[in-house]
């Protein structure tokens, strides 16, 4: 007798600004990262956070261990924290989509980061 789980379906994204995602699917969770997750970006400097139009987000899957984790990183020079929150239902971490032509996305990703680093 073999006993099947469900897993759990999330939205995915790269890279989503001002809560659009740019390039974005839904993937079906593994055994070893059963959550959905969101993410948003947020400078550690006040002065050059990034306005709440401006955000970048990111979503998927994720491991138990993870999850409410905080991650420091830099992008082209500029600090920046990131926080993914988990849930567990289905699509719990969706977001609106967008296909955006590569250059335009790329051309927002560089908006924020020149906005951030050029005040």
Not at 93 to 113: E, H, K, R
């Amino acid at each position: 007798m073999f006993v099947t789980g469900e897993s759990l379906t999330c939205e995915t994204c790269r890279v989503g600004v001002a809560g659009k995602c740019m390039f974005g699917s839904t993937e079906t969770c593994s055994d070893s990262e059963p959550n959905c997750y969101c993410g948003n970006l947020a400078s550690p400097v006040p002065a050059f956070n990034v306005s709440s139009l401006m955000t970048l987000q990111t979503r998927g899957c994720l491991a138990s261990s993870l999850c409410n984790q905080t991650e420091v990183g830099a992008l082209l020079t500029v600090e920046y924290t990131v926080t993914k929150r988990c849930c567990s239902t289905d699509l719990c971490n969706g977001a609106s989509s967008v296909q955006l032509p590569l250059t335009a996305a790329l051309a927002a990703a560089l908006m924020v980061v020149w906005s951030n680093c050029c005040l």
